[in-house]
């Protein structure tokens, strides 16, 4: 399975400004998923970014507040901008791996001050 | 309604005993999959084993196995010879096969057991 390097782990930020989460994959995959989950909940899919096309965005997500980057086959960026409390999660990217599941990367705790 | 329902939101367990965590699923395809993370308080997600619909016998990873009773819908993990870190949120998925483009990898995510395992 695809091994994923995923930074910054976790970061405090004052409201109203933008973190850039990366995600590294060790071989190249040809979709890239964004996770946001919760406090005390479960995962909800952000979008799907896949390489040289716009990313498509789940229900409730835009691209103006999420938007996301795929410059080439192994590496993503996910920002999270303008933000606020309520945006206090764990952010994690996946990749497709065994049994057509998901490998995950080791995730980012945000908390918005 | 619920593709994947957890009814545990919270379990206790005694070090070295086996604990079984709950899980049902709703789906009217026949080919699926079932799979069971662990999340530590770290955050990662941890794959720890995958049921097929049409695998004839229950998964075993190691400690983990999957209880899978089609019929009922069910796919409860087993953790046998519980360790302390064990301690952590677990949570059931499915992938559904029939749907297009991203969606055929989809997964849909119970909203987790938290298992507590006491010295």
């Known amino acids: 399975s695809a091994v994923i390097s995923q930074k910054p782990s976790r970061d405090i930020c004052q409201r109203g400004t933008s973190l850039t989460i990366q995600c590294q994959v060790d071989?190249?995959?040809?979709?890239m998923f964004w996770y946001r989950q919760q406090p005390g909940q479960s995962l909800t899919l952000i979008a799907t970014?896949?390489?040289?096309?716009?990313?498509?965005?789940e229900s409730g997500f835009v691209i103006d507040k999420f938007p996301i980057s795929r410059p080439n086959l192994t590496f993503s960026t996910l920002t999270v901008s303008n933000m606020s409390p309520e945006d206090s999660s764990i952010y994690l990217c996946?990749?497709?791996?065994?049994?057509?599941?998901?490998?995950f990367g080791s995730g980012t705790r945000l908390t918005v001050v | 309604a619920q593709k994947i329902t957890q009814t545990q939101p919270g379990m206790f367990v005694q070090e070295k005993e086996a604990v079984t965590l709950d899980c049902t699923y709703d789906?009217?395809?026949?080919?699926?999959?079932l799979f069971w993370y662990k999340q530590p308080s770290s955050g990662e997600m941890i794959f720890l084993i995958y049921?097929?619909?049409?695998?004839?016998q229950n998964a075993t990873e190691g400690r983990y196995s999957l209880n899978f009773q089609k019929a009922r819908k069910s796919a409860n993990l087993v953790i046998s010879a519980s360790q302390l870190g064990d301690s952590a949120m677990y949570f059931c998925?499915?992938?559904?096969?029939?749907?297009?483009?991203?969606?055929?990898?989809?997964?849909?995510f119970g909203k987790g057991t938290k298992l507590s395992v006491i010295p």
């Open positions: 049921q097929g619909s049409y695998d004839e």
């Open positions: 998925a499915m992938r559904e096969r029939f749907r297009s483009g991203a969606g055929s990898y989809q997964l849909t």
């Open positions: 970014a896949n390489q040289g096309s716009e990313a498509t965005y």
């Open positions: 789906t009217s395809d026949q080919s699926y999959g």
């Open positions: 071989s190249q995959v040809t979709m």
């Open positions: 996946s990749v497709v791996g065994q049994f057509y599941g998901y490998t």
